[in-house]
């Protein structure tokens, strides 16, 4: 049976996506050029520095080195100042009771995010005390679609990857929790998601009686 549950951050726990796209939109514009909300899908579960290049691409900007360093903190700290307004609020609905079922079963979590903004995102909307772990950008060197970030969460919590569920609301990360070899869920449209074991529009649609099943 299942043994752990690993989260995403980003569009499964919180929707960060708006105001990443806001930041990434703001440092296009004075780069002279649009950055639309379809191109941020292309974003999704992919790390600051890759994110950068793609949008560069987009603009058909190049950069120096000191440019390309520079406008990575620019983004970040707009991005920043959007994150210090979050609280409980934006917790995405039903968040809260699944935290709660699995850790009133005693169920270890950890967190798995290609953020290095994680820990400062859980502990504004005060969720940080449910993770007995947090895997993010700050310890991971292999983006998703690497199993490395699932591998790392389940060695953390002293369990096998074959007990661990992932929940995962980007196609790079239900194929990285495939990788690992672990239970993948996939958290919104089930057309994108469809390389997931389970999918579910969002929290609401997952029962208490579901998760029993997983764990018993
Ligand atoms: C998230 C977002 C990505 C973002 C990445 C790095 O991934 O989905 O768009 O580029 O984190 O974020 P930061 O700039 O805060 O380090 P995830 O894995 O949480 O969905
Ligand atoms: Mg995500």
Known sequence: GIKAFIFDLDGVIVDTAKYHYLAWKKLANELGFEFTLEQNELFKG?????????????????????????????????????????????????????????????????????SKNARAILEKVGLISYFEYLVDGTNVTKAKPDPEVFLIGANKLGVSPEACVVFEDAVAGIQAANNAGMTSIGIGDESILSEAQYNFKDF???SNDFLGQLIS
């Open 46 to 114: 992919v790390s600051r520095k890759r994110c950068l290049e793609i949008l560069l691409d987009i603009g058909n900007v190049t950069a120096t080195q000191e440019q390309f360093d520079t406008w990575m903190v620019e983004k970040n700290e707009d991005y920043l100042a959007y994150i210090d307004e979050m609280d409980s609020s934006e917790i995405l609905p039903d968040v809260p009771r699944v935290l709660n079922y699995l850790k009133g079963k005693n169920i270890p979590m950890a967190l798995g995010s290609a």
């Open 204 to 206: 609401t649609e997952i």
